[in-house]
């Protein structure tokens, strides 16, 4: 889509919610992918990071780019948005892809506060319908970022949203005073298992579980945080979703969202607490969980 036509569809837009009184619509919220609002992004955890999903399921944020960003005047991305939250450290180098479907003109972008435009840091909307976006290498400035994928209503663009794969390469840098050391990948927690501190029973519905994760698998009770696959297998809730913290009132971000049914796993970096402890908190219905470690940083 041309610079002209985008800016004549957000005038359009504007127009009719002035003469109507109307905000823009919302959609459904998203399910399978990011986030869709900023107290509830997906976390991007660890690299390699991919994920898939529509933003047509999402709802629209309504955020205005700061100019630098934007590339041709401070604008407005007035579609549906799905939010990515990713925590960069010193020495850090990020590139996303984002592949969108036939037809679907994406749009992505980076801001160092969520839902603030101004504080847009990168851009990319390069391609036209159906054809990727790519936005990096890129290295940021150590703090906590958002990734959006972003779309058009439909006004000159057919359709002005739709379904995408994300693909996020690189690293997230290392936390400062820490060394990162591997390990075989070791299974610690299954709740499959017969009942046990690393095992059954299931996770149930809005209950919190601490397990011990110091002192297995060979990770030493000095290690500060852990390198982590989170997986969860038949969930019955509608809309799922884990948060792994290391205690005290769990953050408003989850580590992995799911659908009944679904067999999902996402790589993390977790927290420790004091005592070597990672709480997991989950949603509604009920999930096994599985937590397979592969490295520690100390």
């Known amino acids: 889509m041309t610079i002209r036509s985008r800016v004549l569809s957000l005038v359009l837009l504007s127009i009719i919610l002035i003469a109507t009184g ?42 205005f780019l700061n100019q630098t960003c934007a590339g041709f005047g401070a604008v407005t991305r007035p579609g549906p948005d799905l939010i990515y939250s990713v925590t ?26 969520c839902g603030d435009g101004a504080t847009c840091v990168r851009e990319s909307d390069t391609g036209t319908e159906g054809q990727p976006e790519t936005l990096g290498p890129v290295t940021l400035t150590p703090g906590t970022y958002s990734f959006y994928v972003d779309s058009i209503y439909t006004i000159d663009d057919t359709p002005g949203s739709g379904p995408y794969t994300l ?9 400062n005073n820490t060394n990162f050391y591997t ?13 046990g501190p690393w095992g059954g029973p299931s996770l149930v519905a809005g209950a919190t579980r601490v397990f011990t994760i110091a ?3 060979n990770v030493p009770p000095t290690a500060k ?54 709480s997991v908190t989950n949603g509604p219905g009920t999930t096994d969980f599985i937590l397979d470690v592969n490295g520690y940083f100390q």
Request: aromatic share 6%; charged share 5%; net charge neutral.
């Open 167 to 175: 693909s996020v390469t690189g690293s997230l840098g290392v936390p």
């Open 22 to 63: 109307a905000s823009a619509p919302v959609s459904p919220s998203a399910i399978a992918a990011g986030g869709d609002t900023c107290a509830a992004p997906t976390v991007i955890a660890a690299l390699p990071f991919n994920d898939s999903g529509n933003t047509s399921l999402a709802t629209n944020q309504m955020v």
């Open 215 to 217: 002192g297995q698998c």
């Open 225 to 278: 945080s852990v390198s982590v696959n989170v997986t969860v297998t038949q969930p019955t809730g509608g809309l799922g979703y884990l948060i792994l913290f290391p205690g005290g009132t769990p953050p408003s971000a989850s580590t992995i969202n799911f659908r009944a049914g679904q067999t999902r796993a996402n790589n993390a970096i977790e927290p420790l607490s004091a005592t070597g402890t990672l």
């Open 88 to 113: 960069v450290y010193p020495g850090n180098s990020l590139t996303f892809q984002v592949n969108p479907g036939a037809g679907y003109d994406v749009d992505i972008y980076l801001l160092g506060t």
């Open 183 to 195: 390990l075989t990948p070791c299974r610690i927690v299954d709740t499959r298992r017969q009942p």
